[in-house]
């Protein structure tokens, strides 16, 4: 099992996550995070973490967040690993209630 993220970490990116995970399985692209499903070993201490509660287990997903599954699997074969925490986006604040946010994500 793995953990994913989901529709709320667009645009608001915080990277609290990443701090914790044991395995480095956190890949960062422009405005979102997501995770290795073949490195994250489901030990569930990214997703208390995550302050947008972005992150559930495979098992939890929610039924409109399913296709963020293989989004997270998909782009992180793409984008770099990230390890530590970093500042999020100035305008971030501006995009923690925002519905809706597929349409801004930036591959």
């Given at each position: 099992m793995t953990y994913v993220v989901?529709?709320?970490?667009?645009r608001c990116k915080l990277t609290d996550c990443v701090?914790?995970?044991p395995v480095d399985c956190f890949h960062e692209g422009p405005n979102f995070l997501v995770i290795d499903p073949e490195e994250c070993i489901d030990c569930s201490l990214c997703e208390p973490e995550c302050p947008v509660n972005a992150i559930y287990s495979e098992?939890?997903?929610p039924e409109e967040q399913q296709h963020f599954l293989e989004l997270n699997a998909e782009?992180?074969?793409l984008w770099p690993v990230i390890t530590e925490m970093?500042?999020?986006p100035v305008d971030s604040d501006d995009w923690l209630d925002v519905p809706d946010k597929l349409q801004y994500l930036e591959r």
């Open positions: 989901v529709e709320s970490c667009i701090e914790v995970c098992d939890e997903l782009l992180s074969e970093k500042e999020p």
